[in-house]
Structures are given as C-alpha cells and as structure tokens.
C-alpha cells in the first residue's frame, strides 16, 4: 500500500519567497545538476512597476541561457493565472506548497550583444540612411519612388521654414516685439484657463445650453446618485444647520433650504446638492484616499469619476496616490459654479462658493470672468433700519458672454537718492 502524505501551506509569501519554474526553449536540458543558476531582481524597490522585475540567468559548460519575468520575452501565463509548486519532505511525509512563478530560458550566445551594440558607435551613419542605400540599391520601383518623393518633400519643408522665418522677421519689425509679448501672454493666460473649464458653446441662443448639465453631471452619474439624493432631501433642520456651522457647505446648506416640495425638480435639485457637496469636500483635500465620499452614500462609479476628473496621480513610497494640484482645485471651482448656475437659475453666489472651496474672493472672480460670467456688485449706500443688506457678489450667465481684457499689474520701480 503506497503511503499517504499531507499538504502544509506556508501561508503569505513575499516577491522573494516564491519558487522559480523555468523551461528552457531549446528543449530539455540532460545535465540539470551542472548548471550555475543565479537569480537578479531591480534595485529600484519604490517603483511598483519595477520592484518586481527578475532575471534567471544559468550556464552550462557550452551555453549560457537567460529568462525574464517582464518584456517580450517574458511568459504571459504569470499575469492570467497562479501557479503552485510542491515540496515533499520524505522524513516527515509533509509536502509544502509554495507560489511559484514561471520562465522562459533562452540560449544567449556570449559577445553577440557586445558586437551589436559597438557597431552604431563605429560609424555615423544613421538608420534612416541605412534603409535610403537599401532602398536605392536593392529597393522597388515603388520604394524608389516613394524614397523619390520624400526627399522632395524634405527640401519643400526646408524651403517653407525659411518663409516661415522671412514672415516672423516682417511682423516682428512690422508690430514690434514688447507687442507681440503682451499677445503672446495674453493668450497663454486665456488658454490655460479654458483648460480647467467646462465645455463651452459661447454661440447657444439659450443661456442653459452654454454649459451643458450633461458635460458636468453626466446622465449616469445622475441617475446612480438616486440613494444619495434621497438621502440629502431627506436632512431636517437641525442637520442643515450642523452642516452650515461645520463649515465647508454653505452652498449646500442654502440649496437644501430652498428645495422643490415635490415631483421631479425635487429629485434633481437633491442629487446636485449631494454632487456639489463632493466636489466641495474634494477641492479641499490635498491627498485623497481610495475610501472618499463612501462614507457619505457616494456611489463607486461616481467616486471613480472625480478621482479621474479632478485629481493627479503620483508616485509616493511605491504607492499610487492621488492629489488635489492648484490647476485641479481651478478646475473643481469652474465645475461647481457652473453646476450652481444650473441649481439657481443661471445665477451663483461667489462669496458663498469661494469659502467653500477654500480659495481666495480675487481668484473665484477670476474664474467667473473666464468663463465670461457677469459680475453683479452689491448695491451701496445704507440699508433701512432693521433690515439686513446682502454683501455677497454673484455672478450670473447672460448672453452673449462678457470678455474681460487680462490685467497686468505692473510695480513702479522705487528712485534710488
């Protein structure tokens, strides 16, 4: 009767703790006991690209094999599925299982790739003229008339860079050179700005469709915020308030004041409350987690589609992270006043906004100029005993867009007596 043995799992391993499979391509090897195997990993151990990174290297008496777990000689098996190898201990009858990782060794001849890469430093001869001699000696009428009809189009773009150069010289003795800088500056400040903002249709004959709700809030979105804008409706007063004195969603809170009693205008106004309340939390966050807005009701979906919108990947301890970058936080406030124009009747409180989203008054008057919004200012004078006068500035979107001329501050230098 064969005797009976148990399987031991030696639980988590490591990168470095899995077993090495290898398969040689040539076919088997006879003489495996006189083979010197090594094995190589990558220095860079904070790359999470990198740090796993290993080759096999083993020589015989006659050749010399190497195998990769990454390139294109590498086995694509490792990333679809897992394998596993036993280890039998006869004394005890115990077989450990361990992780193993697969590779395939190829015969490398030595001094082969030393040859090939000397032969580029020995003479200045670049490819693109290499294949040029091919084609013209060996080429088809085909390739030599293409080979033709490239060189031609060489000299023609050689011919237009010095018209191009010609005519640049003519402006700029035509124009002046400090003007065509302040052209030069006030296009780069325009554009970008226009990079952070919603998509816009200055030419819409109606002052909702200049930016569309669907390019802010997406119809999916919308439709997957149904709980979340349940929830919101559904705050009592006390919790309005809670939220107004923690600061942070003051739009928030006068919005849900103000909700529709009924109906479907009910449902879209709390389903924004909630989308601005999370674009609100996120322009003040500097490091955002896998874990933000879930706590709050916020759908995956959703959630996967600010990071991606509003937020930079970067790499810190091997880790992906996500930021919240200036130009981001730019962006986040151009999208929550366009939404609140949509929540209020094309109208938006930028004192409100600027504090919630943690930015300065002159800057969210930035942004609302770049988006060619109109700026209402508070009327002066003195307000009537017992009443309380709005100082709040707002912004509201009329057609056809205003166009605000850049302002250059410029500093007078001081006389040196």
């Given at each position: 009767?064969?005797?009976s043995?148990?399987?031991?799992?030696?639980?988590?391993?490591?990168?470095?703790?899995?077993a090495?499979?290898?398969?040689?391509?040539?076919g088997s090897?006879?003489?495996g006991?006189?083979?010197?195997?090594?094995?190589?990993?990558?220095?860079?151990?904070?790359?999470?690209?990198?740090?796993?990174?290993?080759?096999v290297a083993?020589?015989?008496d006659?050749?010399?094999?190497?195998?990769?777990?990454?390139?294109?000689?590498?086995?694509?098996?490792?990333?679809?599925?897992?394998y596993?190898?036993?280890?039998?201990?006869?004394?005890?009858?115990?077989?450990?299982?361990?992780?193993?990782?697969?590779y395939?060794?190829?015969?490398?001849?030595?001094g082969e790739?030393?040859?090939?890469?000397?032969?580029?430093?020995d003479?200045?001869?670049t490819?693109?003229?290499?294949v040029?001699s091919l084609?013209?000696?060996f080429?088809?009428n085909?390739q030599?008339?293409?080979?033709?009809?490239r060189?031609?189009?060489?000299?023609?773009?050689?011919?237009?860079?010095?018209?191009?150069?010609?005519?640049?010289?003519?402006?700029?003795?035509?124009?002046?050179?400090e003007?065509?800088?302040?052209?030069?500056?006030?296009?780069?400040?325009?554009?970008?700005?226009?990079?952070?903002?919603?998509?816009?249709?200055?030419?819409?004959?109606?002052?909702e469709?200049?930016?569309?709700f669907?390019?802010?809030?997406?119809?999916?979105?919308?439709?997957?915020?149904?709980?979340?804008?349940?929830?919101?409706?559904?705050?009592?007063?006390?919790?309005?308030?809670k939220?107004?004195?923690?600061?942070?969603?003051?739009?928030?809170?006068k919005?849900?004041?103000?909700?529709?009693?009924?109906?479907e205008?009910?449902?879209?106004?709390?389903?924004?409350?909630?989308?601005?309340?999370?674009?609100?939390?996120?322009?003040?966050?500097?490091?955002?987690?896998?874990?933000?807005?879930?706590?709050?009701?916020?759908?995956?979906?959703?959630?996967?589609?600010?990071?991606?919108?509003?937020?930079?990947?970067?790499f810190?301890?091997?880790?992906?992270?996500?930021?919240v970058?200036?130009?981001?936080?730019?962006?986040?406030?151009?999208?929550?006043?366009?939404?609140?124009?949509?929540?209020?009747?094309?109208?938006g409180?930028l004192?409100?906004?600027?504090?919630?989203?943690?930015?300065?008054?002159?800057?969210?008057?930035?942004?609302?100029?770049?988006?060619?919004?109109?700026?209402i200012r508070?009327?002066?004078?003195?307000?009537?005993?017992g009443?309380?006068?709005?100082?709040?500035?707002?912004?509201?979107?009329?057609?056809?867009?205003?166009k605000?001329?850049?302002?250059m501050?410029?500093r007078?230098?001081k006389?040196?007596?």
């Open positions: 009767m064969a005797a043995c148990s399987l031991v799992c030696c639980g988590e391993e490591n990168e470095s703790d899995k090495v499979i290898v398969r040689f391509s040539n090897v006879t003489s006991g006189r083979l010197d195997v090594a094995m190589y990993k990558n220095q860079d151990e904070r790359n999470p690209r990198k740090k796993t990174r290993r080759i083993a020589e015989a006659k050749l010399c094999y190497v195998g990769t777990n990454f390139g294109e000689g590498s086995m694509k098996c490792n990333n679809v599925c897992k596993y190898v036993g280890v039998l201990n006869r004394a005890t009858m115990q077989m450990e299982v361990h992780e193993a990782q697969l395939n060794l190829q015969p490398v001849i030595p790739a030393s040859e090939e890469l000397k032969a580029p430093q003479t200045t001869v490819y693109r003229d290499k040029d084609i013209e000696a080429g088809t085909k030599k008339k293409a080979l033709s009809s060189r031609l189009n060489q000299v023609g773009g050689d011919t237009l860079h010095q018209a191009v150069a010609q005519a640049a010289h003519t402006v700029i003795n035509d124009k002046g050179l003007a065509l800088q302040q052209e030069v500056a006030d296009n780069e400040v325009q554009g970008e700005m226009a990079v952070h903002l919603p998509p816009c249709n200055p030419a819409a004959d109606n002052p469709n200049v930016y569309l669907d390019d802010i809030l997406s119809p999916m979105a919308f439709e997957a915020l149904d709980e979340a804008g349940s929830k919101m409706a559904s705050l009592t007063r006390e919790e309005i308030q939220m107004r004195d923690s600061g942070g969603s003051l739009c928030v809170a919005h849900l004041e103000n909700l529709p009693s009924l109906g205008a009910r449902k879209r106004a709390s389903r924004c409350a909630f989308y601005l309340s999370m674009l609100l939390k996120l322009a003040r966050q500097k490091n955002v987690y896998h874990k933000f807005g879930l706590e709050e009701g916020c759908p995956r979906s959703v959630q996967s589609k600010l990071l991606q919108t509003f937020t930079v990947e970067t810190n301890n091997g880790r992906v992270q996500n930021i970058s200036s130009s981001m936080r730019a962006k986040l406030a151009a999208y929550s006043l366009a939404l609140l124009l949509h929540m209020n009747c094309m109208v409180d004192t409100l906004l600027h504090r919630d989203l943690g930015i300065t008054e002159a800057r969210m008057i930035e942004i609302a100029k770049s988006m060619g919004l109109t700026l508070p009327a002066r004078g003195k307000a009537n005993t009443e309380l006068r709005d100082t709040n500035r707002y912004a509201s979107l009329v057609l056809p867009l205003v605000y001329e850049a302002f501050e410029q007078k230098r006389k040196m007596h």
